[in-house]
């Protein structure tokens, strides 16, 4: 069984800045890439940022420059700075990584935490 707990959400106004962070435990081999989705009210889960084993990176557009995704491979952690937050990043941010526990490898998802930009 592997586990993703994001960590990081919450209120902030617009401009301002929020780190999100998510740690996998569990059965883990090895993970390969790692992302962050996001879901407003009223529309379709979105990838903001995914970032690779290797370390190769891509963004949405609507979040480059502002935002930075890394990751910990020896602690298997994952983060999403967030800078110059505006009302519509607000959402509920999903951490996810393609997880291999033995054999198999499986996209895994966190349980979601709130980010509210207000204006």
């Known amino acids: 069984q592997v586990q993703l707990v994001e960590s990081g959400g919450g209120l902030v106004q617009a401009g301002g800045s929020l780190r999100l962070s998510c740690a996998a435990s569990?059965?883990?081999?090895?993970?390969?890439?790692m992302a962050w989705y996001r879901q407003a009210p009223g529309k379709q889960r979105e990838l903001v940022a995914l970032?690779?084993?290797?370390?190769?990176?891509n963004y949405t557009d609507s979040v480059k420059g502002r935002f930075t995704i890394s990751r910990d491979n020896s602690k298997n952690t994952l983060s999403l700075q967030m800078n110059s937050l505006k009302p519509e990043d607000t959402a509920v941010y999903y951490c996810?990584?393609?997880?291999?526990?033995?054999?198999?490898?499986?996209?895994?998802w966190g349980q979601g935490t709130q980010v509210t930009v207000s204006s």
């Open positions: 996810n990584a393609a997880v291999k526990s033995g054999v198999i490898t499986k996209p895994t």
């Open positions: 970032i690779t084993s290797s370390g190769i990176i």
């Open positions: 569990g059965s883990i081999f090895s993970i390969n890439s």
